[in-house]
Each structure stands twice: as structure tokens, then as C-alpha cells.
């Protein structure tokens, strides 16, 4: 991963977009820095604290400057991004040879974790983008790790993980998007839903069914954009993610070589889920950097914010809340760490681990975000201040890559195995 060179301390700028009136009080409190307690680069090696500073930087000059504009236009910043796979983003896990970083899961997380201060729908796409390249990667053969990890890797191209269907979503296995082969090629019918990028981007990793009912029927094709039966639904209007663009991906009659097959018949799902540890990662990473930028933005906020003759801060009932927010957040972040350690390290508990730290950090990162929100009052309320997108933003990451829900139940399995 290339470093841009010596990189100065980054005091990121979390929480622009705030009224013209208020922007020197804001210049002065981002220059206090991140409290001791929860810095996120304790305990981290001297290289992933490069790491973290690059990311760190990008956000505060590249992202956060913009979130609220792409926020509010739905702009998919596709040239921002480019500038971030220029310091290695596009693919962070995916291997050298192919154009990749070849960082860990833990130096990933960390990334994420610091891009999101700046704008989180677009890092939360990142991801995605980084897991399909990976699964590229990982489960391709030499020609197409050839043929499509470079551009993935320098973001020249976009992928988009396509596994959630109208009728199938905690559900995954019942998918009823079908692939039969004819001679060199197969013929796929069927649809997809909430596909991230849908239509704006060039890659879909498409989960399909080959076989009988189940998981051991389906398989994983690579869709390239302008295939003849490839088409979209229309752009989905939603709360918020909206830097990213979401629509339906339509297949029919939509030929696809067999060469674009990753993997064996039959072991799409297994290929699915295996991409998804990694993605239940990275979006807690996402949820932690929202939080984290939202615990700054309510301390700098108590700190200006007077009320009753003097300083919120001064209020003991707030300064404990704003206690458990930081004490939530360095749980949140301690957990994630461990389940990227155990899923490098390809350890016994990592998809326990992954579905826990998925779990717990966005409820408890949406619910610092929350709170966060509450302690501004009614500016919090007001596009104006940030701390609002990002309750909008780290919502949805209670429902996707599996729901919160389903999560509970991979955990509840491991712990009633015989």
C-alpha cells in the first residue's frame, strides 16, 4: 500500500456542514483533538497507525467536505473514490500480485473505521466493493483474478455484491434467481434487491441457483454491465446511504460465459457467506467510525453549548451520558478488532466472533449516534449539523449483511451445538 509520503497529524474535521454562523466556533473545537479514552490508534503497530492517519487525512480533506452535498443530491462520488484506491483502498485484502494491498483484516477495519468519520455511505460502499474483489480474488482462478482484479483494485471499475432478492432476504438460501448451462455459457432469470451501486457500477457478483433447493444449489457468476438481459430497477429513494445508488439488478435471458463461474457448482453460498464474515466486519467498522465522529461532535457541542447560565458540560447527567457513549464506543471497537484477529487467523470462533461484533457495535453505534443527535436538541435535528446523517446513515447497518436478528441466531447456534 503506497504511503503518501510524511504524512501530517490528523486532526480529522468531523461534523462540517454546520451554519456559516457557527463555523469559527466549530474551527476552534476540532482543534482539541481526540481525547485520550478513545483514540482509536492505542494499541495499534506504528504501521497501522500510517494507515489510520492516511485514512484519517482523506476523510477530514477528501470526504467530509463533501458528505452533506452528496448526501443531499445523491452525487455517487465516483472520482473521490478513485482518489482513494490511489492510496491502495480499492482493494485493502486483496493480494499484491493483482494490483491489491495485501493488508490484514485488522489494518481494514482500522481504514474503514477512520474513512467513515468523514462520510459513511460512501467508505459502507467502499467495503462492498472491497468484499467483491476480495471473493474475485480469493475464489477465482488465475484469469480472472488477472482479468478483473486490477481495475477493481484502482477503482477504474466498480463491483456490487448481488445476493438479496425480492422474496429472499435473511432467507438467502431459498434465492430463486436460476443459471442453467447451455454448452459454454449459462442463461440467468431472475432479480435482485437493495443492490448497492446497481446500475452505477461495472462488476456484479451474482449468487445463483445451478442446482436443487438450498444452499448446496447455488453458484456464483461474475456480471458484467452491458450484458444483453442485464438491466436495472429504478434508483430506490432512501433514508439514507444516498452517496451510493440502489436499484433492483434484472436478469433475463442473460447469457454469461461458464468461464465467469467462481468456484465449483454448488458453492456459491459457501462463497457468499464467506465474503459476508468479512463484510459483517467491515460494516461494524463503519458503525464505529460514525460513532466515534458523534461522540466528538457532542463533546465539542456540550463544550460551546450554554444553557441555564453556563456550559452543558457542566450537567453531571450529561457528562455520564456522554461516559457510556465513549465507554459503548471502545467496547464497540475493542470487539470488532478481536473478530478481525480471529477471521485473519482463519480461528474456530471467527464467524461467531464476526456475527457478534456486527451485532453489538451497530446497536450500540447507532444508539451513540442517537444520543449524540439528542445532546445537540434541536440543531441536531437540522441538516446544517452532521451528527444527523450519520444517525441516517448507520441505521441501515442494523439490517444488512444479515440482520441484526439473524445474527443472533448464527450466535445462538454456536452456543447450543452439541
Not at 477528501?62 to 482493494?91: N, S, Y
Not at 455459457?185 to 445463483?208: E, P, R
Not at 458523534?294 to 452543558?312: I, N, P, T, Y
Request: with cysteine; hydrophobic share 40%; proline share 3%.
Amino acid at each position: 500500500m503506497a504511503l503518501a509520503g510524511s504524512i501530517a497529524k490528523v486532526v480529522p474535521r468531523l461534523g462540517s456542514y454546520i451554519g456559516r454562523s457557527r463555523l469559527s466556533i466549530f474551527n476552534r473545537i476540532q482543534r482539541r483533538g481526540i481525547a485520550v479514552c478513545i483514540d482509536p490508534s492505542l494499541g495499534l503497530s506504528d504501521e497501522q497507525k500510517e494507515f489510520q492517519k492516511m485514512a484519517f487525512d482523506f476523510a477530514a480533506n477528501e470526504m467530509a467536505p463533501h458528505m452533506a452535498e452528496w448526501d443531499q443530491k445523491e452525487i455517487f462520488p465516483v472520482e473521490t473514490m478513485r482518489k482513494a484506491a490511489q492510496l491502495g483502498f480499492g482493494g485493502i485484502y486483496v493480494q499484491p500480485d493483482v494490483g491489491g494491498s495485501g493488508l490484514s483484516r485488522l489494518d481494514t477495519s482500522v481504514i474503514f473505521e477512520a474513512l467513515s468519520t468523514g462520510c459513511v455511505s460512501t467508505t459502507a460502499y467502499i467495503s462492498i466493493h472491497n468484499m467483491c474483489a476480495w471473493m474475485i480474488d480469493t475464489f477465482g482462478n488465475p484469469e480472472q483474478r488477472e482479468r478483473y482484479c486490477p481495475e477493481l483494485c484502482t477503482m477504474d471499475k466498480f463491483a456490487s455484491y448481488c445476493l438479496t432478492e425480492p422474496g429472499s432476504g435473511s432467507d438467502a438460501a431459498s434465492l430463486l434467481t436460476t443459471a442453467r448451462l447451455e454448452g459454454d455459457h449459462y442463461v440467468l432469470n431472475g432479480s435482485k434487491a437493495f443492490i448497492s451501486g446497481g446500475g452505477d457500477t461495472d462488476v456484479y457478483v451474482v449468487m445463483c441457483r445451478t442446482g436443487g433447493k438450498g444452499a448446496k444449489g447455488i453458484s456464483c457468476l461474475v456480471v458484467e454491465k452491458g450484458t444483453p438481459g442485464l438491466s436495472f430497477g429504478k434508483k430506490e429513494k432512501k433514508v439514507g446511504w444516498n452517496s451510493q445508488p440502489t436499484r433492483a439488478v434484472i436478469l433475463e435471458d442473460c447469457v454469461v460465459p461458464a468461464a465467469n463461474r467462481l468456484g465449483l457448482e454448488g458453492q456459491g453460498f459457501n462463497i457468499a457467506m464467506k465474503g459476508l464474515n468479512g463484510g459483517r466486519i467491515n460494516i461494524a467498522s463503519c458503525s464505529l467510525g460514525a460513532a466515534h465522529a458523534s461522540v466528538q461532535l457532542a463533546r465539542d457541542h456540550l463544550m460551546v453549548r450554554k444553557q441555564f447560565g453556563e456550559a452543558l458540560s457542566n450537567n453531571q447527567f450529561l457528562q455520564f451520558k456522554l461516559a457510556e457513549m465513549a465507554t459503548r464506543l471502545v467496547a464497540s471497537r475493542m470487539l470488532v478488532r478481536q473478530a478481525a484477529l480471529a477471521l485473519q487467523e482463519n480461528r474456530s470462533d471467527a464467524v461467531s466472533l464476526c456475527s457478534m461484533a456486527k451485532l453489538f457495535a451497530t446497536d450500540e453505534c447507532f444508539q451513540i449516534c442517537n444520543q449524540a443527535l439528542q445532546m445537540h436538541g434541536g440543531y441536531g435535528y437540522l441538516k446544517d449539523y452532521a451528527v444527523q446523517q450519520f444517525v441516517r446513515d448507520c441505521r441501515v447497518h442494523q439490517i444488512l449483511e444479515g440482520t441484526n436478528e439473524v445474527m443472533r441466531m448464527i450466535i445462538a447456534r454456536n452456543l447450543l451445538v452439541d
